[in-house]
T-cell receptor, first 113, second 112 residues
């Protein structure tokens, strides 16, 4: 079975600074990879996804993620963080015949003015 | 616009009571899922369905059941609510053969 690790439970960055959220997965082949964002009291919104092809994928809100097969990683990045980016971010993988997702435990992002 | 809705958004119930959480989607998606969200655990899969009359257990299915009588709805029932089931519950759906899921707004359930 696949698993997802988000090593950082909580990250604080200053507004305008760059951001990288880490995600590592465990699976024998290349899974489908996702990043979701959850604002307080809200549902999950898809930021971006990787299925195949170009390993650098662009998402909404200026986010991007890079798939690195050799490191089993799918890290999320943003060059300049805005206060509205404060939220919880979840990495998720889909693999095998079951079409459910396996989620990491999430990273809570705090943005300082 | 197509959407996925959950009701109620907030629910307080007592230990031992039966509770049903509703999930309704207008995407016409075959696949529907129930997850629970707890601090430090992310989202964990409770039950899922690939279509009408199809239901499957996820990793944390004990104490929960679902039924799928039509494409639009997948209600989640807690047969006898326990305090350990206090959580936020999310419903999601996806197109057949697709892993990309669309999530509802969630239901916060408190069992006292």
């Amino acid at each position: 079975a696949q698993s997802v690790t988000q090593p950082d439970i909580h990250i604080t960055v200053s507004e305008g600074a760059s951001l990288e959220l880490r995600c590592n997965y465990s699976y024998g082949a290349t899974p489908y990879l996702f990043w979701y964002v959850q604002s307080p009291g809200q549902g999950l919104q898809l930021l971006l996804k990787y299925f195949s092809g170009d390993t650098l994928v662009q998402g909404i809100k200026g986010f991007e993620a890079e798939f690195k097969r050799s490191q089993s990683s799918f890290n999320l990045r943003k060059p300049s963080v805005h206060w509205s980016d404060a939220a919880e971010y979840f990495c998720a993988v889909g693999a095998g015949g079951r079409r459910a997702l396996t989620f990491g435990s999430g990273t809570r992002l705090q943005v300082q003015p | 616009d197509a959407e996925i809705t959950q009701s109620p958004r907030h629910k307080i119930t007592e230990t031992g009571r039966q509770v049903t959480l509703a999930c309704h989607q207008t995407w016409n998606h075959n696949n529907m899922f129930w997850y629970r969200q707890d601090l430090g655990h992310g989202l964990r899969l409770i039950h899922y369905s690939y279509g009408v009359q199809d239901t499957n257990k996820g990793e944390v299915s004990d104490g929960y059941s679902v039924s799928r009588s039509n494409t639009e709805d997948l209600p989640l029932t807690l047969e006898s609510a326990a305090s350990s089931q206090t959580s936020v519950y999310f419903c999601a759906s996806s197109v057949q053969q697709n892993y990309e899921q669309y999530f509802g707004p969630g239901t916060r359930l408190t069992v006292t």
